[in-house]
């Protein structure tokens, strides 16, 4: 048995018109926590693209000379793997370097047309035993003389601050927007189970006649998506907005690294796909449950 | 093509609705099911659409135990047992036609079907020229002909009446009375539950009496009592 489409777009189009009050209460719910899960999104997106360099305890970093030779390069691997102090230490390659540099400048295209992979430097990542400044600085010093190794960086302060900041901010952001996705979807399920209470008469006529329960579902379950998919486009029109606030404000003009975390649309993009497939689920899933209470009554 | 098996249901808190019942209506008969508030009338005709479960016992309609009918397959029972209630149980926001239309909607009929066959099920139960009014602007004996339409439009094999003359006065009950001899005559068995004894007394069909969820007479071309 199919369900007929112009039967399925009248009642969806007529129960959402019905009940605006409660329409509009599961739009704005879904809109509100999900523009938080976007925010949480784009400023970790931000922050990793900050900190890039030095995820995972990686105090310094040993820079390769372009020109450095096969043998320089693994005598330097086999100090640092011989090396106690190092607990850990990883090779960039060439292509991966490049794939780093492009990311980096993706917003300057023509810097990255210049340059060939050949011609950057790898490099080794190196976590020390210990992260104290003064152990760090003299482990990096024991290699900034080796053959074929042009610069140590270090880790500096600033970046582990703004690490454990950003990090602590993170798991804020995302415990908020966890707890707002639960909220949205209990709110969504609250909402629709009223407007099912509102037509209990209805579903109860339906099912005196014969109609399966998919039959009753699904007119609420589209209802749910129809505003599931609102609130979401909200939220991302939301994220749109403070994300090109960010760009246009005074900050990001005189601090640099504000700029991490104005995003291009191309990196929007598939969070915002993202925040729409939830709207959706969460509105379809939540009715499909609300409905499903009254089915079996 | 109903048959009651030793047919138990007790409600939660203990109130026994229908006691060991017995019976086997067969196709085409017209049944009265009498008895005072609470005896178990309703009951029984809610286990004949599986609206309850029976605590033991067995029912058969159409030669299926519907017991073991699986909860997807239920509408499909449904399809073949038209209901009408007391209360007429249509939708107050669609129009006459819209009201029957829906039980051919709910159940997949092609459009083409239902722009065909509502207009002459309005026409059958004397209500043609009310198509396109709101329950609200009808008489009770005209709505319970909208509900009549509704449950008989898809031709089911059995009607099931819950006191559809309840609300109404004596002599649209007559008028209803005679729809559904109607129906009955077209080969649907009806099942009615009722409390108006003058129906029943008129009727001469078979009564069954329910007490305290006892049945207590099973007799055929009966009176009220």
Redesign the interface.
């Known amino acids: 048995?199919?369900?007929?489409f112009?039967?399925l777009a009248k009642e969806t189009g007529t129960n959402l018109v019905r009940n605006p009050s409660l329409t509009i209460a599961a739009v704005l719910t879904v809109a509100v926590s999900l523009a938080l899960l976007g925010f949480s999104l784009v400023f970790r997106e931000g922050v990793s693209r900050v900190s890039e360099r030095w995820s995972d305890d990686v105090e310094f970093i040993v820079w390769m000379r372009p020109d450095a030779t096969d043998d320089q390069i693994a005598s330097v691997d086999q100090k640092l793997a011989d090396n106690p102090l190092v607990t850990d230490h990883s090779y960039v390659n060439r292509e991966a370097t490049f794939a780093e540099f492009r990311e980096y400048y993706a917003d300057t295209p023509e810097i990255v047309e210049t340059v060939e992979p050949a011609q950057l430097p790898t490099s080794y990542r190196v976590v020390p035993a210990a992260s104290e400044l003064a152990f760090v600085d003299s482990l990096g010093q024991e290699y900034e003389g080796q053959p074929g190794v042009s610069d140590v960086v270090f880790a500096g302060e600033f970046i582990k601050q703004l690490n454990a900041i950003t990090g602590l901010a993170i798991s804020g952001v995302t415990v908020v927007a966890a707890v707002a996705a639960v909220a949205a979807l209990l709110l969504m399920y609250n909402t629709i189970r009223t407007a099912v209470f509102a037509r209990r008469?209805?579903v109860?006529?339906?099912?005196?006649?014969?109609?399966?329960?998919w039959?009753?579902r699904i007119p609420f379950m589209l209802e749910g998506l129809v505003q599931g998919l609102i609130g979401a486009g909200l939220a991302v029109l939301a994220m749109f907005g403070v994300n090109r606030m960010i760009r246009d404000s005074q900050a990001a003009s005189e601090l640099d690294f504000i700029n991490s975390f104005v995003l291009q649309p191309a990196d929007l993009g598939p969070i915002s796909l993202w925040l729409l497939a939830a709207g959706a689920a969460i509105g379809a899933i939540g009715s499909g449950f609300a409905v499903t209470r009254y089915l079996d009554a | 093509m109903i048959r009651l098996d030793d047919v138990t249901k007790t409600y939660s808190e203990g109130n026994v609705a229908l006691r060991r019942a017995n019976a086997d209506i067969a196709k085409g008969e017209f049944v009265f099911l009498v008895g005072p508030s609470g005896s178990g009338k309703s009951t029984m005709l809610r286990l004949m659409n599986k609206s309850e479960e029976p605590d033991s016992g067995r029912i058969f309609v159409a030669g299926k135990d519907i017991g073991e009918l699986s909860n997807w397959k239920v509408p499909m029972l449904r399809r073949n047992i038209g209901s009408i209630f007391q209360d007429y149980k249509l939708l107050p926001n669609k129009t006459v036609a819209e009201n029957v239309s829906f039980a051919l909607e709910v159940i997949g009929r092609p459009r083409a079907v239902i722009k065909t066959q509502v207009p002459q099920i309005l026409d059958l139960v004397g209500i043609g020229d009310k198509a396109d009014k709101q329950p609200h602007q009808l008489s009770g004996g005209e709505q319970q002909r909208v509900s009549i339409a509704r449950a008989f439009v898809n031709r089911p094999l059995i009607l099931l009446a819950d006191e559809p003359t309840g609300n109404l006065d004596p002599q649209t009950a007559i008028g209803i009375m005679r729809l559904l001899d109607r129906i009955n005559k077209t080969g649907t068995t009806v099942v009615m539950a009722t409390h108006d004894a003058k129906i029943v007394d008129t009727m001469q069909r078979r009564v069954i009496q329910l007490d305290t969820g006892n049945i207590v007479r099973d007799e055929r071309e009966a009176s009220y009592g």
């Open positions: 048995m199919a369900i007929r112009d039967y008469r209805e109860e006529v339906m099912k005196l006649v014969g109609a399966t329960n039959f009753v």
